[in-house]
């Protein structure tokens, strides 16, 4: 049995000189980070369970791409450029291959964000990940989701839907043929973060927040933080491509309610829509207005004609 | 059942304008915080497992406390000033007493340092408990494990030992009379992190880490970082005030080898002894010097008159 150093040091510590950002890594009693000179530091954590968040024979290569990713999402959302993070790591027992897997998927995804590990913890127990990420952004520039303002645009960036239509195939609860599995699977395993549009909206959007409740659910928190309303227009939903197949009442549903979709809802002024294009097209992400603003409260759905339709929030609650 | 939310809103979200270094707390995708100019920002994770580091039935209250004494106390060893914590817990309940008594552990010791939660996670799992902590230290000044040198002396802050003592008790394994359980208790489930000497030792240390896993195998950390071997006078350990009634071959076994001291260990010129000791009594904390700083490697433990005791490290593994 491998002792809990030797494995740290075995799959976690890669050996890398101080540079402008990180001054000391993994191996002392704290890492030392030096942010930008005059920007704010970022800060998001999230824990992930086996059997609430993952399935306990989930693929460790995906699991470390996952779990870093929703982490990522949560500096996208805010428009803050990721810098480095944390893992502290809970595990059953010290099994090597299924480490070897969750590192390689784990560094993948930070090698491409450019970003390092630079401290963390591992202990017996059952399976838990809790890893903690660190970005920068000017204050005055951060995406908060106090900043909407009645009659802004409202935004989605990429797809919704189709990490919520694997899960149901994977619980036994759906069917789809292969090759949309394979797509709408993609979704759910393998999110990719939207750092890069969350850093081109600096300037343009009023506000932000990341989809992984469900989109009605999150939207609800930040009317909730900017104390607005907002009216939705279904047609203009962005469906993933398995989802797109769908009869359209569980279409629907899935693009409000999800969850797992790791994408930015965000607002703007509609004065700002072609620096909105503009911001997404100089980073490769699809963006979809799917409706505005509105003083008041509450979550309005219309259908093309304007006529409002009867869904609801169901987000997902941890304790629910 | 309280919803996620409410949770979150009823026991940790404590509204407080910004100040500052909190830019902005609890309730969007990240925290903002702006760290001193010109200060590299110091970090450090901890996980605390059910069954691993506290027992089942543990006092939410004490546990709260220590879970954030124990993150802390890296910060100490660091010479870094505490800034602010997240806090990711996964519960297998939302119970409300629980939640109030870890809650209020929790705040007493955040208060005590002046420092805020912004930001965390809850959701339904195994209980286990992770915080990361982030303080501020001039990078020149930080006391990293690499920075002792041969000659220097070996210190050690507080008391040794009593944790380890109360564990024993707890576990059926050892005896000790009612008043002197409730000292020893109160070393394991109260630590108290060394933040003020910490800060204090800037400049005057070379190099510190704190003593979480047994004095021999922290220090052992340290070595190897340094490079360097160690003389320990074993008559010189500052045994705690429950342990120095105990037999002398367990009292230094447990001074070595304890665990859960989370006292700091540090070295300094011999020249900076009136300064240690001025950096101590400015912080009302007791210092020990226990030994020096060989060229070479291994830890030495040796009897008043110089003779070689045969105490070796087997600190605590959470894999072993």
Chains 1, 2 share one sequence.
Not at 182 to 192: C, F, G, T
Not at 298 to 307: H, M, N, W, Y
């Amino acid at each position: 049995m491998l002792s809990e150093f030797e494995l740290i040091a075995r799959y976690f510590d890669r050996p890398q000189a101080p540079d402008g950002v990180v001054k000391l890594g993994v191996g002392d009693d704290c890492a030392l980070l030096l942010p930008p000179p005059g920007q704010t530091l970022a800060v998001s954590t999230d824990m992930l369970v086996e059997g609430r968040h993952f399935f306990a024979d989930a693929d460790p290569e995906k699991l470390g791409h996952k779990a870093l990713a929703v982490n990522l999402s949560d500096l996208a959302a805010m428009g803050a450029k990721p810098m480095a993070f944390t893992l502290a790591l809970a595990l059953p027992s010290a099994d090597a291959s299924w480490l070897a897997g969750f590192a390689q998927g784990l560094f993948a995804l930070a090698d491409a964000e450019g970003i390092r590990l630079i401290g963390g913890d591992t202990t017996r127990g059952p399976l838990n990940l809790c890893i903690t990420v660190m970005g920068s952004v000017p204050e005055d520039e951060a995406l908060r989701r106090d900043g909407a303002r009645a009659g802004d645009d409202l935004w989605v960036s990429g797809t919704l839907g189709d990490a919520r239509l694997a899960l149901e195939v994977l619980q036994g609860k759906s069917m789809l043929p292969d090759h949309l599995m394979a797509l709408a699977e993609e979704r759910l395993h393998r999110p990719i973060p939207r750092c890069a549009l969350g850093m081109a909206l600096r300037g343009i959007a009023h506000a932000a927040i990341d989809v992984s409740d469900g989109l009605l659910g999150d939207l609800g928190h930040l009317l909730a933080r900017s104390q607005l309303g907002a009216e939705i227009h279904a047609t203009s939903l962005p469906a993933g491509p398995a989802l797109a197949q769908q009869p359209a009442d569980s279409r629907i549903d899935y693009m409000l309610n999800g969850g797992d979709d790791y994408e930015l809802c965000f607002t703007s002024p509609p004065e700002q829509r072609d620096a909105v294009l503009s911001a997404a097209a100089s980073t490769s992400t699809s963006v979809s207005r799917i409706g505005s603003l509105k003083t008041g409260a509450g979550i309005q759905i219309v259908d093309a004609a304007g006529k409002s339709l009867p869904f609801t929030s169901h987000s997902f609650d941890h304790f629910g």
